[in-house]
């Protein structure tokens, strides 16, 4: 009982891991799997076709044909038996030759030659010295080797003469299975090159639908998509559209209400200023004074952050021009910057949005540390930016949690000490919004390396 349970274990292992393996080697995308289907079902009748065909009609036509030939020549031997006076061997020579397309010759004297190696694969041997061996009961030498088309026999008759025929492949084999072969395979190419062309215009729509999708995931704008296909897709690109119009209509609303809100807020805050400015340099208002100050950072922070970045325009960004900001930022702070940039120096993203995305990560490197090290890698699928300082970094439990909004350290690499805790979430959610995302790591320098990826 024991046994059989191991076995039935190790058995569904070797299955699953067979499984596993097939599923490797499949092709991912819809288009290549849908091909499959109509290819594979196709390949495996026609194997089977093919096969019947082979083993059956093939076969059945070359038996045939092979005993009609052998039946002409033991009909000759019969005549060469029975009426060795009357009948010459021209006689016969001629009639083989003129009724039964055979060229006979009788030689006297002689062996016959050593039996040949027998093909592999060669159905006309085996038939045709069936044939003989049923039929004639003499001794006999065949030779069906080559792509001639003459198929030599020879047969010991009476005494010591041998019987040299020379037949006709064609008269003794069914030559023509090519034909069956190239109808088969040229019937299979045309439905397929049919099944490509609808495979082909049912799988656009999809891709289409998949684009404008992954456009509007990134903020960027859809110039033009119409729902097109089969019913299934048609459904499926409408609802796309009615989801994209009730995310725009709660885009513009809360756009709306921010505006409202920013605008009640600042002029609240402008009065709050105004009269402490009125109430002069009174050391008692100083706490008052940075609170106010501490609000409207806030504010300024919550709505940079709520604001949608879709509103921008894909456009061309120079990345020399970023890293001389960055260049000039450290000697305005005092710190010691190293850049180095690889590939084209242009990228396209959208301009404001990105610089602010790296803009947040070197003004977090610049705050906390001394030294700072940018590597740029612009290859041909992605962009790559990896920032690495020698400041306290944080702690491995925290690296997600600091691209929370409003998120508070009490470590000492607290980032609201001097700020709002939202820059790392905002610089994460523009990479987001661009396709790519930023990660935090321990950095070679001993502080924290932060890299943005981003497709190129």
């Known amino acids: 009982m024991h046994t059989a349970r191991r076995h039935l274990k190790k058995g569904g292992e070797i299955w699953t891991r067979f499984t596993r393996w097939l599923r490797r080697q ?47 020549i033991a009909a000759l ?10 009948i010459s061997d021209a006689d016969i020579i001629r009639v083989a030759r003129d009724r039964l397309n055979l060229n006979l010759s009788i030689e006297p004297g002689g062996e016959l030659p050593a039996p040949r190696p027998k093909p592999f694969f060669e159905i006309l041997d085996q038939i045709l010295s069936e044939e003989i061996s049923k039929q004639i009961r003499r001794p006999y030498w065949i ?102 119009e009730r995310i725009e209509r709660q885009i513009e609303q809360r756009t709306a209400m921010l505006t409202g809100v920013s605008h009640d807020l600042r002029t609240i805050l402008t009065r709050f200023k105004l009269q402490l400015a009125l109430a002069g340099n009174d050391p008692d208002l100083e706490g008052l004074n940075q609170d106010v100050e501490d609000m409207q950072s806030m504010l300024e922070g919550y709505l940079a952050f709520a604001r949608s970045e879709a509103e921008e325009d894909l456009g061309n960004l120079k ?35 990105f610089t602010r995305l790296v803009g947040n990560i070197i003004s977090n490197a610049f705050r906390y540390a001394d030294t700072v090290a940018v590597d740029i890698r612009h290859g041909a699928k992605w962009l790559t930016i990896t920032v690495d300082d020698d400041g ?42 661009h396709g790519g995302n930023v990660t935090l790591a321990d950095s070679p320098l001993g502080g924290l390396r932060a890299t943005i990826r981003v497709p190129a």
């Open 26 to 72: 499949l092709p991912m995308g819809l288009y290549a799997r849908s091909l499959l289907i109509v290819i594979i079902p196709m390949v495996l009748l026609q194997s089977v076709v093919a096969f019947v065909f082979m083993e059956r009609h093939w076969q059945l036509v070359t038996q045939r044909l092979s005993s009609a030939v052998t039946s002409d």
């Open 77 to 86: 031997i019969d005549l060469i038996d029975l009426s060795p006076e009357t």
């Open 143 to 244: 030779d069906t080797v080559g792509d001639s088309d003459i198929v030599e026999i020879r047969i010991k008759i009476d005494g010591d003469r041998i019987l040299r025929i020379y037949a006709r492949r064609n008269s003794a084999y069914a030559s023509n299975t090519h034909i069956f072969i190239v109808w088969m395979v040229g019937a299979s190419l045309v439905l397929l090159t049919i099944a490509i062309l609808f495979l082909r215009g049912q799988i656009r729509p999809i891709l289409a639908l998949a684009q404008a999708a992954e456009s509007f995931g990134k903020g960027q704008k859809i110039a033009s998509f119409q729902p097109r296909g089969a019913e299934e897709i048609r459904r499926a690109g409408l609802a796309f559209i009615l989801m994209r």
């Open 319 to 353: 990345l020399s021009d970023l890293v001389t900001r960055m260049e000039a930022e450290a000697e305005l702070m005092g710190k010691t910057l190293t850049a180095t940039a690889e590939g084209d120096d242009d990228v396209r993203v959208r301009p404001n949005a």
């Open 392 to 433: 306290p970094g944080i702690a491995e439990k925290d690296r997600e949690d600091v691209f929370k909004p409003f998120y508070r350290l009490d470590e000492a690499r607290n980032l609201n000490a001097s700020g709002t805790g939202l820059g790392l979430a905002i610089a994460r959610d523009i990479a987001r919004s």
